[in-house]
Nanobody
Framework: VQLQASGGGLVQAGGSLRLSCVAS????????MGWYRQAPGKQRELVAL???????NYAASVKGRFTISRDNAKNTVSLQMNSLRPEDTGVYYC?????????WGQGTLVTVSS
C-alpha cells in the first residue's frame, strides 16, 4: 500500500488547512486511516483516526478544531484543520492499518505562525 499526502503549508494562527491522503495498491475494505504528527524534538503522536465504518477518534488537543473524514470509494482520508495554533506545527503523516500491517505516507509539513 502506498500513501500520498498533500495539503501542508504555512498558515497564521487561527487559520485553516486541509490535508488529504490517497491510498493505492492492495486495499482491504476493513481498515483504519488517520493522521499522526511529529513536532520538532518530539515523538510522533496521534492526531485523528477514522475506521472504514466512520468511527472517529481524536487527540484531546485537536477535538473541536480538526475534523477527519474519508471517501471509501476513492480510498482517501482528509483532515480539516481549523483554528490552528503554533503548537499544531509539525510534519503530518498519513497512516493506514489493514490486516496485520501498518503503512505510512511521506509526511507533509504544517507550519503555524503566531
Amino acid at each position: 500500500v502506498q500513501l500520498q499526502a498533500s495539503g501542508g503549508g504555512l498558515v497564521q494562527a487561527g487559520g485553516s488547512l486541509r490535508l488529504s491522503c490517497v491510498a493505492s495498491g492492495t486495499i482491504f475494505s476493513i481498515n483504519v486511516m488517520g493522521w499522526y504528527r511529529q513536532a520538532p524534538g518530539k515523538q510522533r503522536e496521534l492526531v485523528a483516526l477514522i475506521s472504514n465504518t466512520g468511527t472517529t477518534n481524536y487527540a484531546a488537543s485537536v477535538k473541536g478544531r480538526f475534523t477527519i473524514s474519508r471517501d471509501n470509494a476513492k480510498n482517501t482520508v482528509s483532515l480539516q484543520m481549523n483554528s490552528l495554533r503554533p503548537e499544531d506545527t509539525g510534519v503530518y503523516y498519513c497512516n493506514r492499518k489493514q490486516g496485520p500491517d501498518t503503512y505510512w505516507g511521506q509526511g507533509t509539513l504544517v507550519t503555524v505562525s503566531s
